[in-house]
């Protein structure tokens, strides 16, 4: 069953991937990337993973772009994956990678503090 659960979260990102870069024509989706797909164990839900470049209008315009296309997106997936049942989608942006610059930002000031 763990094995099932894998390909199917690699197969749903890279089908959502190429949904959100072919097929979706919404001028609200900015430079999105499908980072992660985590479903649960009895293959209800997803949880999509995503990161936006770009500011923070750019990204909360991505955001609304994805709520509105969520239905579509579980649309196309239901046709090209043929799967007995299609989990309910949810994504959730991934901002580890912000959160990982301000880290970093925050250890290079310490290590620039004189001490006395």
Request: no cysteine.
């Amino acid at each position: 069953m763990r094995y099932r659960r894998l390909r199917l979260q690699d197969l749903l990102r890279e089908e959502i991937s190429s949904i959100i870069r072919r097929d979706l024509k919404d001028p609200g989706f900015g430079l999105i990337t499908i980072v992660d797909v985590r479903v649960t164990e009895d293959l209800r839900t997803a949880k999509i993973l995503y990161s936006i470049y770009g500011d923070k209008t750019e990204k909360e315009k991505t955001n609304e772009a994805l709520k509105r296309s969520r239905g579509y997106i579980k649309f196309l997936l239901g046709q090209r994956l043929k799967l007995k049942f299609m989990p309910d989608i949810h994504f959730v942006i991934d901002d580890t990678y912000e959160h990982m610059e301000r880290i970093e930002e925050i250890f290079k000031k310490v290590a620039h503090v004189p001490e006395d």
